[in-house]
Every structure is written in structure tokens, then in C-alpha cells.
């Protein structure tokens, strides 16, 4: 009797003592930094001025400052262009890798591994050897356009119009092996019943892909919605490598303006509005995602 | 709450590295234990270099301990210095950092000045009489001696001497000259360009321009720490000339060209006749190239006239910190900075010495003897004016380097980008007047 309840009270505890570490993780690096910056975010604080050394309560100011300053203007456009730009098109074509990869044929891992091993290279790495890619005259990616019939211009990092589009680039050659790799474990765990049985019906391979498989896969993609929404809101190392943001501020996005702002600028509660407002952006978009898609799925 | 939340990351950090075995109770007096945190921003085996000064120093002063912290380029380590003293930490006793960062790291209240160091050592002054001129322009600030220059670099012209010598041409003395011979050495294949006369990078553009503005007789910065001349004629004059080597002459590519990282390779693999960069690259270049490497400092406007500008980290000293590691650390920088190790340091790692009396020992006189391009590098910091650094310098930089470069790609005209820089930067100064 005795032991029973001692057992009890082991089963009434132990979970709580599991997920200790991870809870005791989560307050100190995630819930801490963001109470600390939302609370910073009310005050003045410039660590390069002297006199705006100790943080004086301001209000809103920093977000009025935030929402009146054009380079925010600037750095949100771009970074709106940035997200519309890679994370259909990567998700896309994660989509189409695992469908390609997905059959039991002679070397199936070696196309796998092809399609994933940008994701295992560190960025600053794969950003260092886009560099050499996108090298005007002699580097690989204009070589290969030329090839191609290209003869647009070819300083991709360096010109306004296409600094952006280089860093979306390299941004989608990265991350679309990754949303593969997800959509390959999606794949394999699809009933094969299923797909026997529209055989029998006759349906087309298009028909198959649209009516049974997307619509069996809809958790898989809204994963993946999310962390590559996510994912390219915290894009900032591709962009120390490729462009440093520039020229001229053309390729710089939300989360490299807030480094600039806080360890360049040194502006200790301009960047803490900007943390809050980047908080609140992806709260919003992962709470909608998941709204919209639970919505889907009664419909169903 | 800081204090736990403190001792809570301590106690994580302990307990994943499994380290609390090893952890000895900290002595009152007598061993001290600095730590340095140290940028590796160029393509040499530093760290290496510095941890055989470090063994060294801890032979001859056997109750200090100095440890080096390697964590990657100026940038980081700033980052992690800063983080370090915000989120309540102390600070390690010593870190290479940009000189420029001079006034945010005063303003922040992180360093402590070096006078009364210099004053108590008994040959402080001639040791400060030492060093270079242009490598302590950023050392000053408020009447007072902030940081020690160590691992200094400078903007070179570097050129293919053979390609000139083939040409019949000198190397150039003027903007003119330079324009002319860049356009004679420019290869084209039909349409196609195969060798550029020029590559001069422009992705982080401000350091290697500063040259062309001081060559043409007007720094971007002024005497005082918030005078910036943008605006200046001769300044704005000297981003048209940057435009007319590719409109006018046609000696290198149009707008901006992040290539910081390719230039070098290019000059050796003959991509290009010359380039612009740092004095970093110097050894790289004499291993790379078959050619006779020629370097000098870039030509002015005027005919006869060169100007280059400094770069690179200086030793700052931390305040807040346990006196005692203050004072092993001054005898750390006075260790590094003898002429002998200077000498070492710069045949090693190709960075300048930081002190006239290194250019005086046997192994450097040796060692430019066998390499003449060391002296005509060491030349150009006679005519190197200083380096681009005011107050709040993260946000002005930034306006100077978003301007130029759209003068660069042709998006405002010099004159127009220059007065708009200008007016933006005056904006981001005026707490400072």
C-alpha cells in the first residue's frame, strides 16, 4: 500500500522534473530576452552617447522613431520582397525534390544527398563560395548563364537592382534541400493503399498530386510554412557574407538592421522596439497559419 | 535578479562543460590570470603567432597567466565584449579592437585611458615617441591616451610591374596617369573584358576611398571627433574620379564592386593589372604572383602627389576590472610592442610594425632586403592621413557608405550624394556639438 503511493507520487512529479531543463532553457534564453527587451523598448538608451548612457523612460518613442525612420521603410520592403520571393518558391521546390527522390530507383541516396547537402554547409561558408559564383566576368553562376543566353548584368552583389535578388538566391538554393527533407518523411509515411486504390480509379498523375497527396500533406506544409516564414526573417548571416547589406541598404533586412542598430549604433532600446516588433510579426503570422489551417481542416 | 540570473548561467555553463573538478579557488594575491580577446581578420596562422608570444611572456613573468580568446574578426569580438560588460560580466583585461572604434568604447565607459601607466613607467614617453605617427591618430580623445597600436595595416596601390614594364609605362604619379595607364592595360576579347587595368573594391567602401579624398587634398574628417567634409568640393571631386576610371577611361568595371575577397587573386592570376587594398594582402600577393609585385601608395591628383590611410586593431585596456590584471595586462602590451616582437610580428603575420625601432633590427632590415615591396608598403604611411572616425561612427558610416555607393552605381549624381550625406550625417552628429 505503502509503495503504491510512493510510486504516485513519483508519476505525479516526474513529469514535471522532465521537462525541467528544457522549461528552466526556455525562461532564461527565450522568455527572459524578451521580457528584457520589451521593457527596454520604453526607454532611451544609446551606449555611444554619453549622455544617453543611463536609459531614460521615453514611452513609445522608439516606436514612433521606428515607424517615421525611411530606413525602416526601406529595410521592411525589402524584407517583405525578401520573404515573397524565397519562401514559396523554396518550399516549392523541396516539394518537387522529394517527389523527384522519392522511388525506389539505383541511387536514390546520391540524388538525396545532392539535393540536401547545401542545408549541412554553414551559411558563411556558402555565402563565401556564392561569392566567388557570382564573380562578374569568370565566376560560375554568370558562366553559366552566359551559356544559357544571358547577357544581362552580371554584378550581382554589387548593384542595386540585384543585390537583393542574389542574397534570395542563395537563400532558396539553401534552404529548399532542407524543406525537402521534410516533405520526403511526409511522403514515406503516406498509406500506399491510398494511392493503389485512385490507380484502380484512374486518376491522372496531376490529379494524384492535387486531390490525395498535398491534401494529405497539409500538416507537412504547414510546418514547413512556418519555419521558413521564420527562417527568413532570421536571415542575416547569408547577408554578412554576400553583401553586407548593401549596396546602399538594398539588401538589408529586418534582423541585420537590428544588429546594425544595436552593435554597430550601439542604440539600446531602438533595437529593443525593433526586437519587439519582429516578436510580434511572427507570433502573429504562426498563430494565423495555424488558425487558417485548423479552419481547413474541419472543412475537410 | 541579475545576480541569480548570473549564477543560474554559471552554474548551466559549468554543468554542461563538466568543468567544476577543475575549477580551483581564485588566489588573493600573487598568480594573476588575464584573458585577451583577439581578432584573426586575415589569411595568416595569427593565432599560432600570438599563442608563441603568449608562452614566451608567461616564461619571463612566471606569476601571470595570460589566455587568449580567438572568437573570429573585429566585429565578433566587439559584439561579444559588448555583451559580455552589458549582461553583467567583467570584461577580459585586454582586447584588440579597431582603432576607430575609439570614441564608442570611451563614450560606453568600457576602457580605462593608459596615462597614468605611461606616466609611471619610467621610459613611458620615449616608448609612446615610438610608434608611428599615423598609427596613433585615433589614439587620443578627451587630452587623454586610450589604446597602444598593434596589428596595423594601411591602403596600397599593388601592381603588376612586369605588365608595366611590357607596356613601357611607369607606375603612375597622378590621377591621370593612373586613369591612362589603367586604360592601357585593359584587354578586351571582342566585347568581352579578359584583364581589367584596375579593381578597386567598393562593397565596404569607405576606408579604401579615403585615399582618393586625401589625395586630392581633404579628408572626410576633420580635427575635431564630430567634423565630418562629405560635402567638400574636393572630397566630392574625388568620388567622380573613383566614376571616371570606368566611364572616362574605361580601366575597371562600372559601380560598386564587392570584390574585397577575389581582388588579390585576380591581380595574381592576372585578372587585373592592379588593385586597391590592404597592406594585409601583401604576403599573400609575393607567394601567389609569378610577376614582380610593385606596390606604392595610390596616387593623388596632382602630379608628384600619393596618400594612403591606416587601418587595422589597437590594444585597448578594460576599466572595471581588478587593478592587478590591469597592471599585468600594461606589462603584457609593453612585452608585445618591444621593437624585437614588433619586428616578428609584422615579417610573420604581414601586418606593419607598429614601431619606428622595429624597422631598425637586424631581422627586419634582413627581411626587407629580400623583400623590397616591405619598404615602399612601409613608405606609404608617410603620406597617410587618418582614418575615418568620429563620434557615433556605426550610423555616420553607415550615411557615408549608403551615399557613395549610390553615387558609385550612378543612382545620384557625386555632388547630389555627397550634400545628402552630408546633411544626414550632421543630423546623427549633433548630439556631439
Redesign the interface.
Known sequence: MEKETARSKIDRYLPYLLVLPTF?FVL?FTV?PTLSAFYRSFFRQR???????IPTFIGLGNYANIFSDPHFHRVFANTLLYIIGTVPISILLGFLFAMLVNRKVRNVGLARLAFFHTTILPMVSAA?VW??FF????GLFNTALVALGYDGPQ?W????NLALLAVMIVAIWKNAGYYMIFYLAGLQNLPTSLYEAVGLDGASWWQTIWYLTLPLLRRTTLFITTIAFIDSFRTIDDIFG???G????ASTVLLYYLW?KR????DIGFSSALTVILILLLLVFTITNFRVSEKGEEDV | MTLR?LS??AL?VLLMTGMLAACAPEEAAGPVTIQIYYPVAVDAPIAAIFDGYIEKFQEENPSITVEAVYSGGY?DV??AI?TTI?GGGEPPALAVLLATDL??LV???YILSLDDYIAADEDGEAYMQDFIASFMENSYYDGKTWSIPFQRSAVLMYYNADLFAEAGLEPPDSWAAWGEAGQALTQKDGD??TRWGIEFP???PYWLFQPLAIGNGQNIIGEGDAEVYFDDPKVIEAVQFYIDLSEKYGAM???????W??APTDLASG?TAMIVHSSGSLNTLLEQADFEVGVMALPGKEAGTYASVPGGGNLYLFDKIDPAKQDAAWKFIRFLSEPERAADFSIQSGYFASCKGAYETEAMKTYMAAHPQVAQARAALDVAGAEFSV?????VR?IF???L??A??G?MSPAEAMAAAQAEAEVALK??K
Open positions: 528552466a532564461l527572459w551606449l555611444n552617447i554619453a549622455k544617453f548612457r563565401t561569392m566567388f564573380t562578374p566576368g569568370y554584378n552583389t554589387g548593384s542595386p554576400l553583401t553586407s548593401g549596396p546602399s541598404e546594425q552593435f554597430e549604433q550601439l | 540570473k543560474a548561467l548551466l566585429g566587439k559584439t559588448q552589458d570614441y564608442d563614450n560606453a565607459g568581352e573584358v567598393s562593397g565596404w568595371a562600372a559601380g560598386v564592386q564587392s570584390i575577397g577575389q585578372q563620434q557615433n561612427l556605426g550610423e553607415n557608405h549608403n551615399y555607393q549610390q558609385y552605381n543612382e548630439d556631439f
